[in-house]
């Protein structure tokens, strides 16, 4: 399935930057999980300088940043590569290792760059004499419409990219006063590109380099009904073991066993409304982090046939709350792990681990809110993993749902997403149901 993934990967780069030299003003590409995004941000940018069009690269935190320009400049060591930043940013290893990589908090610094990459909020706040030829927005899904009309002005033509199963722009304030009007400033940038130039070209990414082939057609179904996507390998071509055995009938030895066998496993607690932060709940996903570790787990792929060791920084637990994360990390640290990481799905966006373990958004809850039940937060948090996931969750969420029906109000002007998050944890609750394992 590899060599075919390949071919077809390469067939949808190649449409995409065949259409960045035709006379269209924008172009947007939909990338599901782990589909190549950012090397295709990578390769676009370069392909421009090549061509004598200076590009702007605009991504929304500086992490995706830095990550952006240490790729950019490790394909491309002689290309000149600008860095603008605030005042307060502080580079990191993987940026200030390359010499050809210029650091400043003024683009009057970076003159003779052909790539400048920085952040949305730091473009929103530079003048230009001229625009550029070219931007190119990596998760452009996570950009407010706000942010791009403040940027719009500096560039000519641009490339958009972004994964549109993720987590939509969020805000800490209320902002039902603006839905529904056209510059209501929640809406996504792509989402308002597209509602303005419904002709532009858009373009889908069809295979995950990240997913496995038992996860691939889960996920697709559940956040990608109308697009969808393959997994780059098939089924059997990444496998789970471990050193040691286990601890006989052991509901954790169950639950990881069953995650190496299936790439999926539900370790289900007792129904019970609980706090947010749920001890038991975190206690479970430490207990799942520990023993996986304890027990020498040894990834095999199509990278490594020969197995690398699943270390605690390729392993991850994602929460929908930063109260649940750091009751997780407080748990890991009394059973004496650490390198484990323990993150809101918020956090844990475009980042790829070997094994990861969920704490459900709905587990141990009385209802069912907007925020729980978005589809975005749960795609982010099923879909970290290159080998297995483990979801820990409470029983009677199937019950929880069906007792708060999909009924979010219908605003004029606002196109109804599908799936919403009630079909989708639907979706994958059905599947997860197959390799439940329950706690004592």
Request: charged share 20%; hydrophobic share 45%.
């Amino acid at each position: 399935m590899t060599e075919r993934a390949a071919e077809l990967a390469e067939q949808a780069a190649a449409r995409i930057l065949a259409d960045l030299g035709g006379s269209r003003r924008g172009v947007v590409v939909d990338s599901p999980p782990g589909a190549g995004k950012s090397t295709l941000v990578v390769r676009a940018a370069a392909a421009l300088a090549d061509a004598g069009e200076p590009v702007m690269v605009i991504a929304q935190t500086n992490e995706q940043v830095d990550d952006l320009t240490d790729r950019l400049a490790a394909a491309r060591p002689q290309l000149a590569l600008g860095r603008l930043a605030a005042g307060d940013y502080a580079p990191p290893d993987r940026v200030t290792r390359h010499p050809r990589v210029r650091l400043s908090t003024r683009l009057a610094d970076l003159s003779g760059c052909p790539v400048v990459l920085s952040t949305a909020h730091k473009w929103a706040t530079v003048r230009a004499e001229a625009a550029w030829p070219w931007a190119i927005v990596d998760e452009a899904y996570q950009m407010r419409s706000d942010l791009l009309l403040r940027v719009a002005g500096l560039f000519q033509r641009a490339l958009f990219v972004g994964d549109p199963g993720q987590l939509d722009p969020f805000s800490v304030v209320q902002t039902e006063r603006w839905t529904g009007l056209s510059w209501d400033p929640m809406q996504s940038a792509v989402a308002v590109l597209l509602r303005h130039n419904p002709d532009l070209p858009v373009h889908v990414l069809p295979v995950s380099w990240r997913l496995p082939a038992s996860a691939a057609p889960v996920v697709s179904e559940a956040f990608y009904p109308f697009t969808g996507f393959a997994a780059a390998t098939g089924p059997g071509e990444r496998r789970v073991a471990f050193a040691t055995a286990s601890f006989g009938d052991h509901a954790v030895d169950r639950a990881l066993e069953t995650a190496a066998a299936h790439g999926w496993a539900l370790y289900e607690l007792p129904a019970r409304h609980a706090v947010r932060t749920d001890a038991e709940a975190a206690a479970a996903c430490a207990d799942l982090a520990a023993r996986l570790l304890q027990r020498g787990a040894v990834c095999h792929s199509e990278r490594s046939p020969a197995g690398d060791p699943v270390t605690a920084g390729r392993v991850a637990v994602g929460t929908a709350h930063r109260d649940q994360a750091a009751a997780v990390r407080a748990a890991l640290a009394d059973r004496g792990v650490t390198g484990v990481t323990a993150d809101t799905a918020n956090r844990l966006q475009g980042r790829e681990f070997d094994v990861v373990i969920v704490l459900h958004p709905l587990s141990g809850r009385r209802d069912a809110t907007a925020f729980h039940l978005e589809a975005g937060r749960l795609c982010v948090l099923t879909t970290r993993h290159r080998h297995a996931c483990l979801v820990v969750a409470r029983a009677g969420i199937p019950e929880l749902l069906d007792a708060h029906p999909s009924a979010e109000p219908v605003h004029l002007n606002v196109p109804v997403r599908f799936p919403d998050g009630w079909e989708a944890n639907q979706a994958m609750l059905a599947h997860l149901s197959q390799w439940k394992v329950r706690a004592p």
